[in-house]
């Protein structure tokens, strides 16, 4: 069993470290680059690189992972399913609705195994909230809330693929960071989003830009190149679940000292819990007039580790040929299901925050 890997960029690396350190052997890399794809196999020692994506279609790849960016995962996995081949790729799953609901349908009908990397699901903090909630103990789910704050797109920033709407889309920090915060709140708490209200925050929509560095003004006037910035750095999000259950979400990648800061709790009819990925070790849990119980993880994980489990989880079921009935690692469908939302906020934003119907 051999795997190929689409895309030789920075996430590509990180799949590739996961497949090595999971035993799994990378037989192949494309990457639009001749350069990048050679760099990409003497690094990981893979016998077979290049530009023509015809390699990861030989029958010794079984699997391959989508490293590319979003504009190109519709065309990519058709062709990796019409080979059979499973497939692990990157979020989004694609752009549109109706392609995400035929990719999850394809899939299906090919038989093969299809995963999207929603890694922070396998902290093991993030596993057993959701055991606890889906005891008796915890009761009917009333309140998911939380947040998705990172830095990196604050001033200065760099400019990189996700300003291309061409590449990434006309979303940023929804598709970027939100997707993952999606995942784990419904991962979790066991309920799934049916409506949501969404506000934009495009805050600096003309930027002057210098040495591929944005910034929001001229400085003493001798930046003089200019770039129109059309996604969102931040989005508010009101939210209802298909129980009757509430929630919010703040999405921001423009908040300083925050590197990489997801927050989710929980608020059941008997009990209350609640986790932050700063302190991705410890599970807060608490019942009405008994305090807060911290559950500390002595021998937890980290980012890495959970993209080993994300890994691990997948490739058990494709050594055992087919889907499991409840596979822990997120689905096609699953990633078919944040599409939808994703695409609903932006229909929510650019409609003054209207409440939108989700299938």
Request: charged share 25%.
């Amino acid at each position: 069993m051999k795997t190929g890997i689409w895309g030789a960029g920075n996430i590509a690396h990180t799949h590739a470290e996961a497949l090595k350190a999971s035993g799994i052997l990378i037989g192949a890399i494309v990457d639009v680059s001749e350069e990048k794809a050679k760099a990409f196999a003497e690094e990981f020692s893979i016998e077979k690189w290049g530009t023509d994506s015809s390699i990861l279609f030989d029958d010794e790849i079984t699997t391959v992972h989508v490293c590319t960016p979003p504009n190109l995962h519709y065309d990519m996995v058709m062709k990796l399913l019409d080979h059979k081949k499973n497939v692990l790729c990157e979020k989004p799953l694609c752009f549109e609705d109706s392609q995400a609901e035929e990719l999850a349908r394809r899939a299906k009908e090919c038989g093969v195994v299809c995963a999207i990397n929603f890694n922070v699901r396998f902290h093991m903090a993030c596993q057993k909230a959701r055991k606890l909630v889906e005891s008796e103990e915890f009761g009917r789910v009333n309140v998911i809330h939380g947040n998705y704050l990172q830095e990196f797109n604050a001033f200065p920033a760099p400019v990189d693929w996700r300003y291309n709407t061409v590449l990434a889309g006309r979303m940023r920090a929804v598709t970027e960071i939100g997707t993952h915060w999606l995942d784990i709140a419904q991962y979790i708490s066991g309920r799934k989003v049916k409506a949501l209200s969404a506000n934009f925050g495009r805050f600096y929509p003309n930027r002057y830009v210098e040495d591929r560095i944005m910034y929001p003004d001229s400085g003493d006037g001798t930046r003089t190149e200019t770039m129109e910035v059309c996604s969102e750095d931040a989005a508010a999000i009101n939210l209802k679940f298909d129980n009757g259950a509430i929630g919010t979400v703040l999405l921001s990648e423009v908040s300083q000292g925050r590197i990489n800061r997801i927050t989710l709790e929980v608020t059941g009819e008997k009990k209350n819990l609640w986790w932050n990925s700063e302190d991705n070790n410890i599970l807060n849990t608490a019942v009405k007039g008994s305090g807060v119980n911290s559950e500390i993880f002595g021998f937890g994980n980290g980012f890495m580790d959970t993209f080993r489990s994300l890994v691990d989880s997948f490739y058990d079921d494709v050594k055992r040929g087919c889907v499991s009935e409840a596979p822990v690692y997120p689905t096609f469908f699953e990633g078919r299901d944040i599409v939808k939302l994703c695409n609903a906020m932006l229909e929510s934003a650019d409609s003054n925050g209207k409440w939108v119907m989700v299938e």
